[in-house]
């Protein structure tokens, strides 16, 4: 591996590794407001995958020589950024949120892990596997859609979420060393796919991205 790759690596880490510690921090803090019993737990428990994931992307980083807390800094303003201009008015947003947002980034994740290299990858497709989480927030938003309020307030809120996650991505890529990494052409192509993949979401909320 160069230098520039193991750069690149450690620099997905980082991204990775404040990411999920801001994600558990945040479906900790959600999970207060669950309007039953079964909620409050099925979100600890999306939080704790949460931490879990976040260990394994340090454990990684400390394999490799680095600082966590040194790898994760450069990416501390972006994504703090983002958590700010979304924070949720009530419980459906913030599982809206949850639903778009950490769908938005796995996508990310996926995509610059594959150009990085295996190992990034490799710990990519690990710490992003959203299965039960994406079956859980599916059902869990539909069964309270048929409400046409509340429908059209998340088919609104899912585009503004949706909005401010493309335009933290190209900030992401814009400011960081993975401006290194895409082409053009390749940076326009994941941002399409991006959007695709969140119209698909949308479609099974039944929802209009």
Not at 32 to 49: H, I, K, N
Not at 119 to 133: C, F, N, S
Not at 145 to 153: H, P, Q, V
Request: aromatic share 6%; charged share 30%.
């Amino acid at each position: 591996m160069t230098h520039t790759d193991s750069a690149l690596r450690d620099a997905l880490f980082g991204l990775m590794a404040y990411r999920e510690l801001t994600t558990f921090e945040r479906l900790s803090s959600d999970a207060r407001f669950s309007p039953r019993l079964a909620d409050r737990a099925e979100l600890a428990r999306l939080a704790v995958a949460e931490f879990e994931h976040f260990e394994v992307v340090c454990a990684e980083l400390v394999a490799a020589g680095r600082d966590p807390q040194e790898a994760m800094l450069p990416f501390v303003e972006v994504i703090d950024e983002l958590h700010e201009r979304t924070r949720p008015g009530d419980w459906h947003e913030s599982l809206m949120k949850a639903y778009v947002l950490d769908s938005v980034v796995a996508d990310v994740y996926r995509a610059l892990g594959a150009r990085i290299g295996d190992q990034a990858d490799r710990v990519a497709q690990r710490i992003q596997e959203l299965d039960a989480q994406a079956t859980w927030l599916t059902e869990r938003l539909r069964a309270d859609l048929d409400n046409e309020r509340l429908r059209s307030r998340l088919a609104l809120w899912g585009r503004r979420l949706m909005g401010e996650a493309l335009t933290r991505s190209r900030s992401l890529l814009a400011t960081t060393v993975f401006g290194t990494l895409l082409s053009p052409q390749e940076e326009k192509e994941l941002f399409a796919q991006l959007v695709r993949h969140h119209a698909q979401r949308m479609s099974a909320l039944g929802l209009t991205a």
